[in-house]
């Protein structure tokens, strides 16, 4: 489990400072954290690198080497001013499924995982992990690690590659985050060090607390404490933060995505269909951003007004698409279609907007064929090996030129002649390549493309189109602030709230 001898050697061949980031449980704002002090530490003129070694996510991000990372990774480079990249992320597990997953590795599908293999990862792909983080070693100055969910879930600890086995490989201190919100926080603290075996609470450096809301001195007595039951340091108490504004890991964070907005009467009513196993959610995060817009999860068919309905992607085409019949979205998407709205789908949403779905290698289901909605002429069928790439090209109706990722298996024709959604560029010119179908004047469209909304002057077109079919006028571009500045900001708070020399000490004297 690594000797002294062999910790000397890996701090010579690794040079790169460590320190980690694990929480009490998962979504305690672990990723933001790891972000905010990726952004602190670039801001010092290191050269930083984030790593989880392992990460179970459906939300995506393609690197620019048409690799297939989790989101929060690619946020985090962001926030080192770094490319992305597959090492930053060895192991990504998609669930398709509760007790299967698509597994993903150094960036390309490697099969399917289901729960009985799970310690599959360790047995067979530790080694992946280890040369991933060792050339980043190589490469950087400081290495932010991320863990997942809790290292205190002791029946995982022989399957264990990204908590305190991680830890253990990289020498690094950890800082364990607790989210005060869920309630228990300091039990959870104290909880997490307990269940740990002695080799691994050395590790456990310090303690940070995430979303307080409150008077910061009834919180003393508490965190005095934790430091004397576990030894842990407090490294700070971060205040609850509703306008984050950074894109959250997993679909826990959807309700929090959508901002309060001052009472309007020209909102636009854009519903989002909560399919299973949802993926890249975070397409419609930006819709947030608009003052006009209210998003509504649908986990049920509703009666109320809706200006638009867009179906996500999903990890199971297949399961989604019997989940909108029986749910009766697809009625739904009809009368909002007959009443002059917009009808969208990406991604698996396309897919199951089309006539038929095939599956003959069962490369996703476990059926041949199955018919879709049918509100879009076209049929797709899956097949391996899966398409991963960034794309860029001009929005057929708007002219806007959007770039994104496409991250799929299922490949999808036009039974006719119809309007693209988007002429794929190649190089600086325009090629045959087309990308998603468009219908109606755009009142119902799918693509493939992830991240359309990003761009702003095409989100703001897109929602006045909603506006005007209700007979309003249009409202001008949002001015949100880009992502590098969002992190600047997000740097900014947690500077302001964490003992940073803390933070330093324990970069600087590791274990």
């Not at 933060?241 to 636009?268: F, I, N």
């Not at 399961?319 to 991604?347: K, M, N, S």
Request: hydrophobic share 40%; aromatic share 8%.
């Amino acid at each position: 489990m690594g000797t002294n001898d062999q910790r000397v050697r890996l701090r010579h061949e690794m040079p790169a400072r460590t320190l980690m980031i694990q929480g009490t449980a998962s979504h305690v704002g672990k990723s933001v954290v790891t972000a905010a002090l990726c952004r602190l530490f670039q801001r010092r003129g290191f050269r930083v690198a984030p790593f989880k070694a392992q990460n179970m996510s459906n939300n995506s991000f393609v690197t620019p080497d048409g690799k297939e990372i989790g989101r929060a990774q690619a946020v985090q480079a962001a926030a080192c001013r770094v490319a992305p990249q597959s090492d930053f992320n060895p192991i990504l597990i998609k669930p398709s499924g509760n007790t299967t997953a698509q597994l993903v590795v150094g960036g390309e599908v490697a099969g399917s995982l289901s729960a009985k293999d799970f310690d599959l990862v360790r047995r067979r792909y530790w080694t992946t992990v280890q040369e991933a983080f060792a050339r980043l070693g190589r490469d950087f100055d400081v290495i932010v690690l991320e863990g997942a969910g809790s290292p205190a879930e002791i029946n995982l600890r022989a399957c264990d590659v990204v908590n305190m086995e991680m830890a253990r490989y990289a020498n690094a201190p950890v800082l364990l985050v607790g989210d005060i919100d869920r309630g228990g926080v300091l039990a959870s603290l104290v909880g997490t060090w307990t269940l740990l075996d002695q080799d691994d609470r050395r590790h456990l450096k310090a303690f940070m607390i995430n979303k307080f809301r409150g008077e910061r001195s009834l919180l003393e007595a508490g965190l005095a404490r934790v430091s004397q039951d576990t030894g842990m340091r407090c490294a700070g108490v971060l205040p609850y933060w509703q306008d984050l504004d950074v894109p959250e890991e997993d679909s826990l964070g959807w309700d929090t995505s959508q901002r309060r907005k001052k009472l309007r009467a020209d909102l636009v009513a854009i519903g989002i269909v909560d399919v299973p196993v949802i993926s890249n959610f975070t397409d419609f995060e930006p819709l947030a951003w608009e003052p006009d817009v209210e998003l509504i999860r649908l986990r049920e068919a509703t009666d109320r007004p809706l200006d638009a309905v867009l179906f996500p992607g999903s990890k199971h085409t297949v399961q989604a698409l019997r989940f909108v019949r029986a749910r009766q979205f697809d009625r739904l998407a009809r009368r909002v279609l007959d009443e002059g709205g917009t009808i969208g789908g990406i991604c698996g949403g396309y897919q199951l907007l089309g006539r038929v779905i095939r599956d003959p290698d069962h490369a996703e289901s476990d059926v041949d064929e199955v018919e879709g909605l049918g509100m879009l002429p076209v049929s797709t069928t899956f097949a391996f090996p899966k398409i991963v790439r960034q794309v860029a090209g001009r929005h057929t109706e708007s002219g806007e030129v959007l770039a994104g990722y496409q991250v799929r298996m299922g490949r999808t024709v036009a039974a006719s002649k119809t309007q693209p959604f988007l002429e794929v560029m190649s190089g600086d010119s325009l090629t045959i390549l087309e990308d998603g179908v468009s219908l109606h004047a755009g009142r119902i469209f799918g693509t493939y493309l992830h991240g359309l909304f990003d761009h702003s002057p095409f989100r703001r077109w897109w929602v006045n189109r909603l506006r005007a079919a209700k007979g309003w006028s249009g409202l001008p571009e949002t001015q949100e602030l880009s992502l590098d500045a969002r992190l600047d900001r997000l740097a900014d708070f947690v500077e302001q709230h964490v003992a940073m020399p803390l933070v330093d000490r324990l970069l600087d004297e590791g274990v």
